[in-house]
């Protein structure tokens, strides 16, 4: 009897040990992830349904979200309303910052996505111009970190311009209509305005532009790591047939974006490097020196270790997934 007795108990032990686990998996009936135009390599996915395909087999749903910038991408992960979402390094950092609590874990390009833009006709031609300017731009976002790091630069601060905040879309047109003298663009919209109304990217520093990264929400990763190793996995197989497609890649980004193909080919061909997945130290040095900068500029506040922030941010636990 006392070996039944405790052979039950342990068969109960098990018995509630895989109802945990079941009820665990079955928690997880959808994953919410972001696309931007920004981030071509989430265009594919969400194209050719990949994630769709691997997580069908488990009964989980897939939604997608639209970022219009990574301030709206950071505004969902914190709200809990994506699990997964595409924003600037730096833009990451400053959220973290704020107490927005995210994992950076995966690079899905190497842009020069922003640079300072003004009308054709502008007498416009450095940083220092823009002193007692108006300049649309992005709260939250890498163009407004680069604007304010410029800024800095040329010995000016938010003080000495007019900053009219705006999504990056409106910031193009307002520059269009000359509602403002100066934008921090951000492509496509930033192609689409050299191109179609002849602006002038008048202030560009590639090396200021921090890395496109993807951004898991603190609690999903903790509860979910096999989930966030299998999107990864999929992350990498679009991140590959971009670079083996480029062709298609451009037509699906106009597609997007509604923008013409030429635009978006200037965008993916001069401005654009998929070379890079794994998450690492150049993330790490080029997102601490934004951070470095803003606190020296008085965006961050002096007491904040930078530093100490990036290493949290930062979560390279999954980088094991890619090679495979």
Avoid: C
């Amino acid at each position: 009897m006392r070996f039944i007795t405790g052979f039950s108990r342990i068969a109960l032990a098990v018995a509630a040990v895989l109802s945990l686990t079941a009820g665990a998996k079955a928690q997880v009936n959808e994953i919410r992830i972001d696309w931007a135009t920004y981030n071509p390599v989430s265009i594919i996915l969400k194209n050719q349904g990949l994630l769709e395909k691997e997580f069908e087999k488990d009964g989980i749903k897939i939604r997608w979200v639209q970022s219009a910038g990574s301030n709206k991408a950071l505004e969902f992960l914190n709200a809990g309303s994506i699990d997964f979402g595409s924003t600037a390094g730096s833009a990451a950092l400053v959220a973290k910052i704020n107490g927005n609590p995210i994992k950076s874990i995966y690079v899905y390009s190497r842009p020069e996505w922003t640079a300072l833009v003004t009308g054709p006709k502008s007498d416009i031609t450095k940083v220092s111009d823009l002193k007692g300017k108006s300049v649309a731009v992005t709260r939250g976002t890498d163009p407004h970190i680069f604007l304010v790091r410029a800024l800095a630069e040329a010995g000016l601060t938010d003080k000495d311009v007019r900053f009219v905040l705006l999504q990056h879309a409106d910031g193009r047109l307002a520059l269009q209509r000359g509602d403002v003298q100066a934008w921090a663009g951000l492509d496509p919209m930033m192609a689409s305005a050299e191109l179609d109304d002849g602006a002038k990217l008048f202030y560009r520093k590639p090396e200021a532009n921090t890395w496109g990264i993807l951004n898991v929400r603190e609690e999903f990763a903790a509860k979910n790591p096999q989930l966030v190793q299998r999107v990864l996995k999929v992350y990498e197989q679009g991140r590959r047939f971009a670079l083996a497609n480029p062709d298609q890649v451009i037509k699906a980004l106009a597609d997007a974006a509604k923008i013409p193909e030429n635009v978006a080919a200037k965008q993916l061909k001069e401005r654009t490097e998929l070379t890079h997945s794994a998450i690492g130290k150049p993330q790490r040095d080029s997102i601490l020196a934004a951070g470095l900068a803003l606190q020296a500029a008085g965006v961050v506040d002096a007491k904040v270790n930078v530093q100490q922030v990036v290493n949290d941010l930062i979560d390279e636990r999954f980088n094991a997934t890619l090679s495979n």
